[in-house]
């Protein structure tokens, strides 16, 4: 008996899916150069608006007492 059976070369490679340590260590570089600005720049806008907070809430106590003052000027005339 014959047998047809036809044989395909395989390639003499094997493919390995892994990550060489340096590309792993790019990875965690560029990561952190993209998150600690993000971090700086979110916690820059978070400090600006307290402080409007604080200087709004300094600016309308200031305002009290001096329509507070105005007030005890005007009952001593």
């Not at 600005?37 to 106590?61: D, E, H, L, S, W």
Request: with cysteine; glycine share 2%; hydrophobic share 40%.
């Amino acid at each position: 008996m014959q047998s047809n059976s036809s044989t395909q070369p395989t390639p003499n490679f094997q493919y390995i899916d892994y990550k060489m340590p340096t590309d792993l260590s790019v990875n965690i570089f560029i990561g952190y150069s993209i998150l600690i600005p993000m971090i700086v720049f979110v916690g820059f806008n978070i400090y600006k608006k307290y402080q409007t907070a604080v200087f709004c809430r300094q600016v309308a106590y200031l305002e009290k007492l001096w329509h507070l003052n105005i007030k005890k000027e005007l009952e001593e005339k």
